[in-house]
Nanobody
Framework: RVQLVESEGGSVQAGGSLRLSCVVS????????AAWFRQAPGEERERVAI????????TYAASVKGRFTLSLDNVKNTLTLQMDALKPEDSAMYYC???????????????????WGHGTQVTVSA
C-alpha cells in the first residue's frame, strides 16, 4: 500500500530556513502527482507546491513562490520542500500528499489527493 512518511518539521525565526522531506513508497506506477499542503489553526488547507513525477516541474502557491523550492528524487522516491526566507504566516501543519495521475496535469485540489502523510509542524517566530 502507498505510504508517505514525512520528516520532522521544526521551529525557526523569521528569515530562517527549514527543509521538509517525504518518502513515498508502495506505488506501482511511476506516474503520479505529489504535493505539500499546509493548514494553520482555524484556516482551510492550502496548497503549497505540486510536482508531477513524469517531468519534475513544480508549481507553487503565490504566497511561497520565490522562497520555497520543491524537488522530487525519483530514484529515492523522496519529495523535498526547501523553505527559505520563512515568515510567521508560514507557520502551519505541513502535509505531504500524492495520487496516481491518469492523464493531464496535477490537481491543485486537496480532495483529489488519495494518500496523505500524518503531517509535520512548522513554526516561524517573529
Amino acid at each position: 500500500r502507498v505510504q508517505l512518511v514525512e520528516s520532522e518539521g521544526g521551529s525557526v525565526q523569521a528569515g530562517g530556513s527549514l527543509r521538509l522531506s517525504c518518502v513515498v513508497s508502495g506505488y506501482t506506477t511511476s506516474r503520479y502527482c505529489a504535493a505539500w499542503f499546509r493548514q494553520a489553526p482555524g484556516e482551510e488547507r492550502e496548497r503549497v507546491a505540486i510536482i508531477r513525477s513524469s517531468d519534475g516541474w513544480p508549481t507553487y502557491a503565490a504566497s511561497v513562490k520565490g522562497r520555497f523550492t520543491l524537488s522530487l528524487d525519483n530514484v529515492k522516491n523522496t519529495l523535498t520542500l526547501q523553505m527559505d526566507a520563512l515568515k510567521p504566516e508560514d507557520s502551519a501543519m505541513y502535509y505531504c500528499a500524492a495520487y496516481v495521475l491518469r492523464v493531464g496535469y496535477c490537481s491543485e485540489a486537496s480532495d483529489d489527493y488519495s494518500y496523505w502523510g500524518h503531517g509535520t509542524q512548522v513554526t516561524v517566530s517573529a
